[in-house]
């Protein structure tokens, strides 16, 4: 009798167990739960981001009234161009409150509004990236602020490693496509519907005629450009050879940290999208290593080339 007593007062003790615990979901650990309480996509507030937009807007205009119909993004170890040019108005971006500021020391970078080659053109000179922590809206935010301000085209200028073993360091790329697959998309969230559309087209997202407008000056000059796919990674880290290898199998001739999401952005806004890659080094396990000075010293060394074909692209390209 005390046996079956016993025995009752334990099935009455873990059913009481039972009731009391909160059913979890199998994945959500209580650390993954907080985890995922910070993914932007999660909390992207279109309202608040629109308000955003708007005050770095209103500080900028408040600062210069020039309308600029080019922007002009200059990559990494690309900024030597921003030297020559005839300076309007320039703005530091730590200057408007709001705009994401490297977080690299030193390298806050600058917006300068500038007239080349009788173009009305607005440098973004120094870009965020998504490995610096910044969410893929905030990193686009900069290029949406420079559409708002007037800006139909955009000229997207990086460094990157070359997957295709036929082109060379020094040489340049021209994006005829791109792959965005391994980055979550700027778009992501609720839509800004002034901006663009919900679901965008990319079946053409970069311009023939500029392309071939590079191309035609890089014949004249003598300078090696390629038109190729780029394949956009979140980095910091170089890839490994095997990603390099699936890479080139899925298409792609080139790689880089940034400019396919600002390409996607662009294109949400309907803007106008030339790219101008400079190849820095080859990809990882076509050369013996990688490393951030090397990258740095090539772009350095191309800077001729590259003035070159972004004057001569400024000099030919329509304005609108
Ligand atoms: N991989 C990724 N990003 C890069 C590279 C590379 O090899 N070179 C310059 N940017």
Known sequence: MKRMIALVLALLF??????????????????????????TE???????????????VSQI???????????????????????????????????????????VPGHDGSLIFCEI??????I??????????????????????LHLLGAKTVILTNAVGAINADYEVGDFVTNVDH??????????????????????D???????????IVESIAKKENITTHRGVMIQVTGPQYETPTEIKNFR?????????????EAIAAKHMGMRVCTVSCITNMAAGMQEKLSHDEVKKASDNSSANFTKLIDGLLTEMKAE
């Open 249 to 261: 199998n899925m298409g792609a001739d080139t790689v880089g940290m940034s400019t396919v999401v």
């Open 61 to 103: 205009k408040a600062k210069t009234d020039f309308v600029p119909d080019i922007a002009l993004v200059l990559g990494s170890g690309l900024g030597d161009y921003a030297d020559n040019v005839k300076v309007v108005k320039e703005i530091p971006y730590s200057e408007i409150k709001g705009f994401p500021v490297s977080t």
């Open 179 to 200: 792959i965005s697959s391994f980055v979550p998309s700027p778009l992501i969230g609720d839509n800004i519907d002034e901006l663009g559309e919900r679901f965008v």
């Open 117 to 122: 080659k009788g173009k009305k053109v607005v």
């Open 124 to 145: 973004m000179n120094g870009r965020v990236h998504y490995y610096e922590g910044y969410s893929m809206p905030d990193v686009v935010l900069p290029l949406r602020v």
């Open 14 to 39: 873990l059913l009481a167990l039972t009731a009391c615990s909160k059913p979890q979901p199998a994945s959500a650990t209580p650390d993954q739960t907080e985890a995922t309480e910070v993914v």
């Open 42 to 56: 999660e909390t992207f507030d279109a309202q608040t981001y629109k308000q955003k937009l708007q005050s770095c």
């Open 202 to 212: 990319m079946s053409k997202v970069y311009d023939e005629d500029m392309i071939s």
